[in-house]
């Protein structure tokens, strides 16, 4: 564990050829990613998994989930502090903001049984329409 977090706080990614503003494949730009998708997964969980056992105990679900929760974290703290620098902290935090809607929109019909409807689609749509602009930079 200690060598993991020596690598993390070295930043070793930081010297890849398309560091900063030339956003190539590379680890500093596709780590991030990944461990929030697995973030945002186990958190999706965490959050709203109990849903489906409306019969348990508060108690006990709220310990489940911050079970889940530490897990998560192993997972988004190494993802923000890989991504800081190739992603601006904004572009870092709209990147899980998608994330977290497209992982959250295939649980609720995928586990929950929820239906997908246009407002649905919608709305997402004018999230990333706003994730588009986070992205673009200033507008001139």
Do not use: C
């Amino acid at each position: 564990m200690e060598r993991l977090i020596r690598w993390l706080s070295a930043r070793p990614w930081a010297d890849s050829p398309s560091y900063g503003d030339q956003l190539g494949f590379n680890l500093a730009t596709l780590a991030p990613i990944g461990l929030l998708i697995a973030s945002n997964l186990f958190m999706t969980f965490a959050w709203y998994g109990h849903l489906k056992f409306p019969g348990a105990a508060l108690w006990l679900v709220v310990l489940v989930s911050w079970g889940i929760a530490f897990f998560e974290y192993w997972l988004a703290v190494p993802a923000n502090r890989i991504g800081y620098g190739v992603y601006s902290g904004a572009e870092l935090k709209t990147i899980q903001e998608v994330i977290s809607l497209s992982v959250f929109a295939l649980f609720a019909v995928l586990y929950l049984g929820e239906k997908f409807t246009w407002n649905h689609g919608i709305g997402f749509a004018l999230i990333g329409l706003g994730a588009f602009f986070i992205f673009k930079g200033p507008l001139k």
